[in-house]
């Protein structure tokens, strides 16, 4: 499985790349905002699995998202996401997002969302 990690921090990226990697097979690439997040997909795509933060300079994740349904309605899309903007998590969920995750969270959380978003996905 081929996972896109898009985060403006570096040491959340390290803590999901942790995670994403006891996958077994998986491979991770990495983005920084949401501007890199499109050219990673451009250069590295498709990926299997994308992880987007919501808050990000240049391009927030929900631009992102939006960016990307305009051609991929396919891709898992999992958003990350704090307290602050969970009142705004349905315009994520228009916007094309599978499922959300809230900072801060345990890997185990993590790796429940992403089971529970593939399941769903390959389901149907
Ligand atoms: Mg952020």
Redo the contacts with the bound molecule.
Sequence with gaps: MKILLV???KTMRNIWKKVVLGIEGTEAVEAGDGVEGLEAIKEHGPFDLMLV????PNMTGLEMITKVRETDKDTPIIMVTTEAEKPRIIEAIKAGVNNYVIKPFTPDALMEKIDETMKKVNAG
């Design positions: 985060d403006d921090s933060d919501w808050n990000m």
